[in-house]
């Protein structure tokens, strides 16, 4: 077998060879779609407005950018890939240039910045949020923040270890909207920086804006125990926020949770002393039964095979907290035991159902029904203000999409400002995409990750031809995906950008 830089024997099929000789070629087809996408919201106007052209200059800032959205779009996440791609006709027809930038242009740019540039991405990172989300009276939103752990292995600024995930990297906030996945806000901070540290500072910009643009709509935030501070609580009640944040179990509130049970089941057994004639004069034997009857009527025992919750509320006070708050209990028993080995505490901002107040252990609130778009009820039973809190786990997928389908997980630049632009670049591609699927895609691939599109549209190999002036991108006639290639192109046509947002 002979193997040089162009040329390669295969072992299984001795008449067969490969090379690197077939000439103007693209593997990545299915950026077309992105590209139409992006001519339809006047995407390149978008960046330019915030960064525009400097004279003398061969690559400017917005072309740049827009390379730098289309590459992390495409898999590219790497600057290195640049000096490859930088030929590639495809991607030169997408920029409308006739070269493109290579790793040594975007590392001197990237370093290059600042934290105004920071600010100006920032900001599209948010307007493009604002172009898929038009206002309206009966929008609402639920926000899910959380942290993550961007690993780093080289003398990055800032880059510190972190004691939770018991790795050295960066810890940056990510603020995320519940229904939709859009990125609204992302923080990168040092390593080292616990998950409240300057909340008030990453929440009340996007707070302000929020409320500027979208007026008193309803509003929640969503976090888990890592948020629980009375900053977050107040810039919250400042600007008319709701908030769902789980707490962590301290000895004072199992405390003030055991005065509220045997308030409760003092109650029960009044209840149980009345349904029960001559309740003192029965043997001991039959008492127990009458008692486990009377438990499981109420759905206070736990049958065999079977989970039961119990829902408690109370108002309670940290010493660090400045007013007392709603919180909300839910135990979890164990089958065909009295024992609770989970207890979730939740802070909320939601007022108590007005029928709850009477309600016994087991909390059997229906749901009231609530507007189409409206996301959580004005006020909410015990139950809701859990459920509302679980339904957060989705969260997860989005903070994985945006590191393993946009690698937010490379940060290897040195300077710490050029690894936190890398990172809303990386935002911006994840919300361009986003917005693509609830706009064009096919109603089957709404929800797929984008890792999936990628690989079944994006990467589709064309030749590309030139005639006169007209370029042809000629895709493989063997794709399984012409179809859903062509539908996509065709909704982008029908598609009608909200025209007051778009740039000009």
């Not at 950026?31 to 001519?39: I, K, N, P, S, Y």
């Not at 942290?147 to 780093?152: A, D, G, Q």
């Not at 109370?314 to 007392?324: D, G, L, P, T, V």
Request: hydrophobic share 40%; net charge neutral.
């Amino acid at each position: 077998m002979s193997i040089d830089e162009t040329r390669m024997d295969l072992e299984f099929d001795k008449n067969a060879s490969v090379d690197f000789g077939g000439g103007n070629l693209s593997s990545d087809a299915g950026l077309l779609t992105v590209g139409e996408f992006f001519h339809k919201i006047a995407m390149f106007a978008l960046i330019l407005k915030r960064f525009p052209h400097a004279n003398g200059r061969i690559h400017q800032a917005a072309d740049i950018l827009l390379q730098q959205i289309y590459s992390q779009i495409a898999g590219y996440h790497v600057d290195y890939a640049a000096n490859s791609l930088k030929s590639d006709d495809l991607l030169k027809k997408l920029l409308g240039k006739d070269a493109l930038a290579s790793q040594p242009t975007m590392s001197r740019f990237f370093n290059s910045l600042n934290d105004e540039e920071i600010t100006k991405l920032q900001d599209l990172l948010q307007e493009l949020f604002l172009m898929a989300n038009p206002p309206s009276s009966d929008l609402s939103f639920i926000l899910d923040i959380d942290t993550t752990l961007l690993e780093t292995y080289g003398a990055q600024k800032e880059s510190n270890f972190n004691g939770h995930y018991r790795a050295t990297g960066y810890h940056p906030l990510l603020l995320f909207s519940a229904e939709t996945g859009y990125l609204l806000n992302l923080q990168l901070r040092p390593g080292s920086m616990s998950g409240v540290k300057g909340i008030r500072e990453f929440l009340e910009p996007t707070f302000k804006w929020m409320r500027k643009v979208y007026g008193d709509i309803p509003i929640m935030l969503r976090g888990d125990s890592g948020f629980a501070s009375n900053e977050l609580y107040l810039v919250c009640e400042e600007n008319k926020i709701g908030y769902n944040i789980r707490l962590k179990s301290n000895s004072k509130l199992r405390e003030q949770l055991e005065s509220v049970q045997s308030e409760v089941r003092n109650k029960a057994e009044e209840k149980l002393a009345a349904e029960i004639d001559d309740f003192e004069k029965m043997e001991a034997e039959l008492r127990a039964e009458a008692i486990q009857f009377f438990l499981k009527k109420h759905g206070y025992y736990n049958e065999e095979n079977k989970t039961i919750e119990e829902h408690y509320e109370m108002m309670y006070q940290a010493k660090s907290w400045s007013k007392a708050r709603r919180v909300v209990c839910c135990l979890t028993r164990k089958a065909g035991t009295f024992e609770y080995p989970e207890c979730m505490f939740i802070v909320t901002s939601l007022e108590s159902s007005p029928d709850e107040a009477s309600e016994s252990l087991s909390d059997e609130t229906t749901p009231k029904k609530t507007s189409p778009k409206r996301l959580f009820p004005e006020k909410a039973s015990r139950k809701q203000v859990i459920k509302i809190y679980r339904e957060r786990g989705n969260m997860e997928n989005f903070i994985k999409e945006l590191k393993l389908d946009f690698g937010l997980t490379k940060v290897s630049h040195s300077s710490f400002f050029a690894n936190f632009a890398k990172c809303l670049v990386k935002g911006i591609a994840y919300n361009l995409i986003c917005w693509m699927k609830r706009a064009v895609f096919p109603a089957h691939m709404a929800t797929v990750r984008h890792i999936s599109f990628r690989s079944d549209i994006i990467k589709t190999a064309c030749r590309i031809t030139r005639s006169g002036r007209r370029t042809l991108f000629r895709l493989n006639s063997n794709t399984p995906f012409k179809k859903v290639i062509l539908d996509i192109m065709q909704r982008i046509r029908d598609f009608e950008p909200p025209l007051v947002y778009t740039a000009a």
